[in-house]
């Protein structure tokens, strides 16, 4: 049973729709264990009231507020028994991940120190989601299957892994959203020789587009490259020398409902 980490921007328009969607999706999904909300921007803690969620308000933040990856992870961890997904609040999830994730840990313990993640499709979608027993079926029907763009293989947005997988590392104190800090988590599990896959094949996950902000203001993603926080991400990667994307993983594929993975 998997625990979700997540920080969650403030609960206002046009981020709450967006996140209560993306968020009450994992509820969903039989491989839920709990939800852990993380910070204390306006709304998280009313949002996990209301839905039975975990909320971690005390958390460590840049100076321009920014949620700081070790914090978040180590207030998650706290109530997570094997299996942790830290995974951005606009990624929308469905049953095909429940699917694909189930296979896989079919085929590997769960003490076994792994990574997985997948790429995303990013899509216009900005209302909320009725979860009754037939929510997926409606949701992507009404959903333009033309309008499902793949994202760059650069841009990860859930990491799935065994709460023993990052034992013993040191973490830098990477911004959350500000870049870098995805792709050095991946480089990471792969310099150890650990057993990773991409899982996009199988489960395609969906990122419901919302604007970026930097200090209160709609900005485009080059700016948040050179924010401060951006700056920072980059040098604490090393110039991003050490970051990987998914094409260095291997990928997940299905034959006869069984989840395997192969270069």
Not at 46 to 65: M, N, V, Y
Not at 233 to 259: D, M
Request: hydrophobic share 35%.
């Amino acid at each position: 049973m998997i625990t979700f980490i997540a920080c969650p921007r403030e609960f206002v328009s046009p981020y709450a729709v967006v996140q209560r969607n993306a968020i009450l999706s994992w509820k969903r999904l039989s491989s839920c264990k709990n939800i852990v909300l993380c910070g204390n921007d306006g709304g998280i803690k009313e949002f996990c009231e209301e839905h039975d969620l975990i909320h971690e308000p005390d958390i460590k933040i840049s100076d321009s507020s920014v949620p700081i990856l070790p914090s978040a992870l180590h207030h998650g961890y706290k109530h997570a028994d094997k299996m942790v997904c830290y995974i951005n609040s606009d990624i929308l999830l469905t049953s095909d991940f429940d699917k694909t994730v189930k296979s896989l840990m079919e085929k590997f313990s769960e003490e076994e120190k792994m990574m997985v993640v997948g790429r995303r499709k990013d899509i216009d979608f900005d209302s909320e989601i009725i979860f009754n027993d037939d929510w997926e079926r409606k949701f992507l029907d009404e959903v333009d299957e033309k309008s499902k763009k793949f994202n760059e293989t650069c841009v990860i947005d859930y990491f799935l892994h065994t709460k023993s997988t990052y034992d013993g590392v040191d973490i830098p104190e990477f911004r959350i959203g500000r870049f870098c800090w995805d792709g050095w988590l991946v480089h990471n599990v792969i310099s150890r020789g650990l057993f990773s896959v991409d899982i996009t094949n199988t489960a395609p996950v969906l990122h419901l587009n919302s604007p970026y902000k930097e200090s209160g203001k709609v900005v485009d993603w080059q700016a948040l490259q050179r924010c401060q926080d951006g700056k920072f991400n980059k040098s604490a990667a090393r110039g991003c020398k050490y970051v990987f994307t998914t094409n260095a993983l291997f990928e997940s594929h299905l034959e006869g409902g069984v989840c395997f993975s192969k270069r």
